[in-house]
């Protein structure tokens, strides 16, 4: 939810950041929901499309 609710604050939908980070709607969604855990590889498109606070990504390592 912490993901949905911080990409919202930057004004991006969810096939804005998708596109910019070169990840699926879909896996996207997964890792809004927290679905699925993210792969390495994820977490680097993730991180080249999104800005995300240290914080935010040591939630997101803490999950693989």
């Not at 919202?8 to 699925?36: C, M, P, V, Y």
């Not at 792969?39 to 680097?44: G, I, K, N, S, V």
């Amino acid at each position: 939810a912490w993901l949905r609710a911080y990409r919202d604050a930057q004004g991006l939908s969810r096939a804005a950041l998708a596109t910019r980070a070169g990840l699926s709607k879909g896996t996207l969604k997964n890792l809004e929901l927290a679905a699925h855990v993210p792969t390495a590889t994820t977490l680097d498109l993730l991180r080249r499309g999104f800005p995300l606070p240290a914080d935010l990504l040591v939630q997101l390592e803490r999950r693989r």
